[in-house]
């Protein structure tokens, strides 16, 4: 046999209505409502004519509602008070700033003995340098004073003459080694004069020299663009007859700014 009639499927009836059986809403038109609408339509209207003729007899009883009401103190919001310690804090930073930068003239300094330019400063060198070794590397020149930062990394190397301070620079090339470490040697640039450290606005790179050659590109610049004073042109023959041949004349027909060819 094909089929096994012994294990038959079980009915389970359907879980919906059957699509012919199916009765949906029946949906009736709105004209019955329309009278109801106008009816509350004019209602509303009605209503806002009495309150604008209350609002006219009382005019005198609301400025004095008003005065009343404009006395209560205005609580601030969040975001304003955000905005209020915002503005007392840059305002505190700006009179920090400025009374900083008026009291900032390292020329002035007392602790500084010696000429600013005869100083040179060594970086990167070993937390455990001493200024003996300092000492028997640069043992050619004459060092007047040595001052080693601690745990910074660090010193300050200070010449009796900017010449020797050029010979220095000249002859190691700005690098050295320390205890089988480069270091970078320089010029102290926190004592020429026009620096300015971070916290005053320095720090931001630039040169007076690159100032100046921008200043020079843009003045070249300004010399090359072409004049517009018509007079000095100079007119050439063959440019008059194409300023001739482009403009038509008035007794020539012409078309779109061309002549026509007349037979």
């Known amino acids: 046999m094909l089929l096994n009639l012994e294990n038959t499927v079980n009915y ?3 879980t919906d209505y059957a699509p012919i059986d199916r009765r949906t809403r029946c949906i009736s038109s709105v004209t019955e409502y329309i009278d109801i609408c106008k009816k509350l339509e004019s209602k509303d209207s009605s209503e806002g004519t009495s309150k604008d003729a209350s609002k006219g007899t009382s005019k ?3 400025k004095d509602t008003s005065k009343d009401t404009s006395k209560e103190p205005h609580t ?3 975001y304003e008070l955000h905005r209020k310690e915002r503005l007392l ?3 505190k930073q700006k009179e920090r700033f400025n009374a900083l930068k008026e009291s900032f003239n390292p020329s002035k300094d007392p602790n500084i003995t010696t000429d600013r330019r005869c100083t040179l400063i060594i970086a ?3 937390y455990t340098t001493t200024e003996s070794a300092i000492r028997e590397k640069f043992r050619e020149f004459n060092i007047q004073h040595i001052r080693i930062v601690p745990n910074r990394g660090y010193a300050f190397l200070t010449f009796p003459d900017y010449q020797t301070c050029s010979r ?4 190691t ?3 050295l080694h320390l205890e089988d470490r480069p270091a970078i040697l320089d010029y102290c640039k926190s004592m020429q004069p026009g ?6 606005g320095g720090g931001l790179g630039g040169r007076f020299s690159l100032k100046r050659e921008k200043d020079e590109l843009a003045r070249n610049q300004a010399l090359l663009k072409p004049r517009q004073d018509q007079r000095s042109v100079m007119t050439t023959r063959d440019s008059r007859y194409r300023q001739q041949q482009t403009q038509p004349s008035a007794n020539v027909p012409h078309m779109n700014g061309r002549r026509l060819r007349q037979y």
């Not at 220095?168 to 002859?171: A, G, I, L």
């Not at 620096?195 to 005053?200: G, I, Q």
């Open 89 to 91: 804090k840059t305002q």
């Open 168 to 171: 220095v620079m000249h002859s």
């Open 173 to 175: 090339g700005g690098t």
């Open 124 to 126: 990167r060198i070993p």
């Open 60 to 62: 005198g009883t609301s």
């Open 12 to 14: 389970l009836p359907p």
């Open 195 to 200: 620096f300015k450290p971070r916290k005053l």
């Open 76 to 78: 601030l919001t969040a």
